[in-house]
Structure formats: C-alpha cells, structure tokens
C-alpha cells in the first residue's frame, strides 16, 4: 500500500478525491492500494529544557546558555492519536509519498513523523503548491525521489533548532532579569 503523508485533513481530502480514496477510515481515506492521512500541522516538537538537565525545571542565569549535545523530541500531547494512527498505517505501508505543503516546514512536518516512527522505507514527494484536481493530477504524474527535496527537511531542523536555542535561552534570561515572581514557569528567586 503506499501511503500518501498529508499536512493537514483538508490537503489530504483533496488529494485522495483524485486518487479516489473515499472510504473512510480512522483518521485516513483509503481507495485500491493507496491510503492518505494527514497531521495537524507539527505533531512534534522539540523537548523542553529540564528534559535534557532535571535541573533546568528551575531557571537560573548561571545555568545559561542551554546547549543540548543531542536533540529530543515530543509528540505533542494534543497529537497522540493521529501520531498512532500514522504508526499503524506505516506497518502496512510499502512506500510513502510525502504529501505536505511545497516548502521547508511542509517538508519538515512530515520527514518528522517518518522519523519519529524509524521509516526506512522508500520516500517519495508530491510537490504542488494547489490543490484543484488538475494541480494535483499533475503533481501525480511527477512524483519527485525523496532525495531530491530531503535538504529542505534539514533546513527545517535548523531552522527549528536555532529557534529553540535563541528562544529558550533569552526567554529564561528574560523571566529571571525581569519576571515578577511566583506564576512564572521554572522561576525561583
């Protein structure tokens, strides 16, 4: 079965109209050996702080800058059950196309699912930036290799990366500089 990896069920409802999957399944469509599911946007984000140091639950400037030597990942909570649902449909899943939105976080949102899942199967990409049955049928009729758009993943990663590191750090070194106190996560005086 090949498995078509939606951003989003509204992307994925219009893809599988033309590939004629209509039947209904949990948190997918399936038709004569294709199925499409989707996500809700990022279904995984990268861990907090204390994840990586049990001691970073509680900020403090001289624990500054939080540098992980490795990166960990989440599921979102909010994400479990499509998470799982994707998991179960890639055991059955000879190839997957990656069908998410035409750019770097479209390709990030579902490289991250694959990986996350430990997909080593074939990864191809259906890059369209429409979703009228036209755009679509001729996005189908080119399928890229998924070598060919695996370098916006890892700009993805990076990008995200470098978000967390600027963002963590300055957020903890503004609450314990300038935060009022009690409510804020991690302060202590």
Known sequence: MKLYLC?????????????????????CLQGQDVTVTWCFGHLIELAPPEAYN???????LEKLPVLPDGWKTAVKASANKQFSLIGKLLKSASEVVVATDADREGEMIGREVLDKHGWR?????????????????????????????????????????????????????????HGKGKGLPGWYP
């Open 7 to 27: 951003e989003k069920p509204s992307q994925g409802r219009d893809i599988a109209r033309v590939l004629k999957a209509d039947r209904q399944g949990d948190g």
């Open 54 to 60: 049990e001691s970073l639950s509680l900020w403090a």
């Open 121 to 177: 199967g074939p990864v191809s990409r259906l890059w369209l930036s429409a979703l009228d049955d036209v755009s679509i049928r001729k996005a189908l009729a080119s399928i890229l290799p998924g070598e060919k758009t695996r370098a916006l993943y890892l700009a993805g990663m990076a990008r995200s990366r470098a978000d967390w590191l600027v963002g963590m750090n300055l957020t903890i070194a503004y609450t314990v500089v």
